[in-house]
């Protein structure tokens, strides 16, 4: 089947909060858009479900800075913030708050002023939401609404972008397939926006959607793009783990914590936090990685809730206040029989979030041409641990920023063309027929994806030791070998399998990403805790990198002191990253302005 050929100036993969802010942008400079999203438009990834909070130093209830923020940012990443990119993120934060709130996005007002909660992490209350249950819900819909008035944006949804198309050394558009027919798709662009979101669904506990397996980061390996950090997967401590509650999120406890803080507890119903370093009191202080790390030693010491998690308990609180906070919450609660003034719900840590990513500079261009990315997909803003409410923030500044740059590249670039030599390994792909062919119908898709997801829980979870990475890295290789090069039968429509397939080509690559780094580091950092190396070592406050030349993933890093630049095992250690730069003098907390008002909190 010859393909769909779209041509386009801009080329923007995926329509989360990144994604579509990048195609408004690009649009308002005068380039003509093309969104491809492999679900619906708007409605795929994480921000259609993020409930709470956007950081922003707007400062409107109480003083703040950008600089205040910046210096959480990098107190939270552990040392491994990449410091230009953060510091964009929190300077240009407050416009694109603002841009929205123009917008209607409608953020929560107290007294006329944009409302701010306080989160774990940040030393004043600078977190904007909605309501703190459909914050991401109404920044997509908001988003969504001002795509519709743009006529130079087209879209389509349920377009799986497979493949990137490299000519002469730059990005010329993608190839994709439309799930709904099976038809091989070819686009051809002046510049390509990556906005794809994360990779959590890669392991057994999540708060993941069924597209985030990571396929940007794939796809950007594969193209000839570095990725940076990518060992650095946050863990959200607090997931829903028992009773049985249908319908909800399971990060559903995160808005109710920041009204009423709540009480984590151990099995022996004692509050715990404070043998880790930083005592709650019932408060929500503690960041995530600080968090997960204390819930899962006590479940490690016997001392967990009886399904393995802590318990959360807002059994202190008043059957009213309750009711304030929660609102018809409680009522669902109660329909799954629980009743929160007169018991505790477990809860343990979830994979949430992804640090690691593309590696890209200022103007959020990748080092291949022509290939821009932007929102969670990018590597390096936020280090080892990122901060509460800087995930939306980073999909908004990037987004915008990325829609920039790919228009100004625009008004320099020549017409591109997807000629059938740049794109015939992915059509190939997209339109193999295997139906003849018994050993490709045998791989059941779906329980190799259930496969990986416990490997990647069990072995690179919050908890790694150097045996249990390397053990899931020959669990991957095994599942890479019973995948095959080749879909399952022929191009069809709504076939699920063929497109798990896909998935799991991405999926499994990505998953070797995260462990062969997580491998790499032989410290604890952040997010990444290796048991067999429990401190943090001032030498490992480096990135590495992964990219991929025939095939074959290579992890590098500049040199440890003392190391040399001798290449360590067979991994191409010591090759090109380049070493951190120094903490920025300017920019410490002694300079900042002291937050107003009796609502600020110490940084943890
Ligand atoms: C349940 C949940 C709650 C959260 N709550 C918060 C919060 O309160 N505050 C906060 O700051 N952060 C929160 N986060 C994180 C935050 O929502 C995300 O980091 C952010 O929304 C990512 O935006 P994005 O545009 O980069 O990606 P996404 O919103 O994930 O969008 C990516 C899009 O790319 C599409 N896509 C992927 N692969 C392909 C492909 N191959 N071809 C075509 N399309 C593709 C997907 O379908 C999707 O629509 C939360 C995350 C989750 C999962």
Redesign the pocket.
Known sequence: MDPIAIDTDVLV????????YAAIEAARAGAAVFI????LI??????????????AALGEEVPDDPRAHFADTIAAGRGLCDEKLAQLLCEEAPDCIRELDGWGVGWARRNGHIAATTAPGHDRPRCVYVDFIN??PAVSKTLRKEIARKAAIRKAGD????DLVVRDGEVAGAV?YHVGSGAPVTIAAKATVL????L?RMFRRN???A??GG??YA?ALRAGCTLIDMEFVQFFPIGHLAPRLVGM???MW?PFRYKLGGRLLNGSMEEFTSTYGSDEDGKYVLPRDLATYAIVKEVEAGRGSPHGGAYLSFQHCSAQSLRSAFGPVIDRLAANHIDLTTMPVEVAPIA??HMGGVKADATMATELPGLFV????VGGTNGANRL????????LVF?RRAGKSAAARVKQAARRQVRPQDAAAALDLVRADTSEKASNTAANTAAMIARLQSIMADDVGPFRTGIKLRRALAAIAELAGELGDRPPRRAAAFDLERLEWFDLR?MLTVARAVAAAAEQRTESRGAHQREDFPHSLPHWRLHQSVTMKSGELIIAHPPLEGEGRTAEGSSGWGASAAPLSPPPGPLTRADLPPPGGGDAKANV
């Open positions: 993969v995926g329509s989360g909060a990144a994604g579509l491809a999203d492999r679900s708007g409605r795929g990834g994480a921000t259609v479900m993020a409930q709470m909070t956007v950081a914050t991401g377009l799986c972008i497979v994709g906005a794809t979101g994360g959590t708060s993941a959607s597209n985030m396929d940007g796809l999120d399971p990060i995160d949430h979030y932007a929102g969670e997909v509460s409410g800087n995930a939306i923030t980073e999909a987004g991405n």
